[in-house]
């Protein structure tokens, strides 16, 4: 089939036609062996160490039996760490304690 056929039956993501140069692109890709995507498994960002240190400032900050801001956690971590991990990380790692 010919690109300029191709293009007609696709779409982008947002809803546009693509370039005859990227179905030509997707097409010679296709088969190719595809390498690995992000970090290993069990690897993170964070040592041990500044885990240790996140939850040592979540416990400080958060009154018994009540819920935290993430972005009150992120302001109040050492600047190093804080600059590593945004607060998205930091819902997503304390989703087992009470937060919002």
Known sequence: MKYKFIRLLVRKTDGRLPTIQSI????TTFK????????PKGAGKTTKLEDKKIMKTFFRLRP???GIEMRELHDNLP?????KVG???LRRRLRAFKIS
């Open 87 to 89: 607060w998205h990380t």
């Open 24 to 27: 030509a692109e997707a097409a």
């Open 32 to 39: 190719d062996v595809k390498g690995q995507r992000g970090r």
């Open 64 to 66: 018994p039996g009540a």
């Open 79 to 83: 600047k190093k760490i804080a600059e």
